[in-house]
């Protein structure tokens, strides 16, 4: 019998700090999986954020380095202009990359830099206990709207891949979900795409993974991929968007 | 034919994989882990298709798949 889905050779065999379901994990060994299949393991440098995912670095088996929250585009925009022969990307939950770091997120695309982003939406703050993110979906109970999300005082779920596809810089954009397997296997290629453009110097890229918080939403890890699913992915259309 | 092998210490016991496999194959064993979780064990009656979704949907990679 030959082995045919074996542990990927640059995530590090370790437990993870990651609660039971948690997305952090399967879009961890997707972004694995895609270094090792392009052989870029010993150019590739990545940025974790802050938010549960902020000790990625110990978990992957390549360069890693950590960005102040929301600022992984701005130290990868740096990164890659020193460093250009390497292969940056960032790693980023919806409240670094949509919430605190909006800002450096749109200037960085604008700026069309040729970068690789991991977008998890998770639709809440995980790290810091459950509370509401730009992209909680309206009526959501989170920490910090225990009622639900009242759009008419939080406002919309913020669908920031839709907005950063206005820009003329944006090369790549796609939603994608860790629902199913046959999700999944979507997701591992639209992450393989992006890294594809920036080895191609393509332009910026961003895959956003509708990601389980099992934890904070209140649900078993299989009723969370379910949630995704029949309710969060009508919120986030699936597919490619740019 | 096709098997699976399950890193039962590192199991988290969030039963992701349960629910995808096809033959429904894949159970919660009894006793607990180091962990204090009850993991997944694999009952193999020889008609493992080597589809791989279980290990696909494990978030901590405890699943490998032979063929
Ligand atoms: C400057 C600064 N402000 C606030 C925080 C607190 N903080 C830590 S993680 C986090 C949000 C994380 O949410 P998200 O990016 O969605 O990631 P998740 O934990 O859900 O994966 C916040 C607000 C911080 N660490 N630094
Ligand atoms: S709090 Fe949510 S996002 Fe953070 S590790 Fe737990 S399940 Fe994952």
Redesign the pocket.
Known sequence: MDKIYAHPGSLRNTTTHYCPGCG?GIAHKLVCQVIDELAIRESVIAIA?????VLAYDYWDFDCTEA??GRALAVATAIKRVRPQNIVFTY??????AA?GTNETIHAANRGENLTVIF?N?A?????GGQM?PTTLAGQKTATTPLGRDVKIQGYPLKISELLTQLPGVCYVERVSLQSPTEIIKAKKAIKLAFENQINKAGFSLVEVLSP?PTYWGLSPVKSMAWIKDVMSKEFPLGRIK | MAKITIDKEKCKGCFLCVGVCPKARIKAEKTLNKKGVNPVTFEDKGDCLGCSFCAIICPDCCIEVYK
């Not at chain 1, 954020?49 to 995912?53: D, F, I």
């Not at chain 1, 980023?92 to 990359?97: F, H, N, P, Y």
């Not at chain 1, 809440?124 to 810091?128: A, D, E, R």
């Open positions: 952090h954020p802050v938010g549960c995912a102040a929250h980023q939950g919806d409240g670094d990359l605190i998890i998770n809440v703050y995980g790290m810091t993110a918080c």
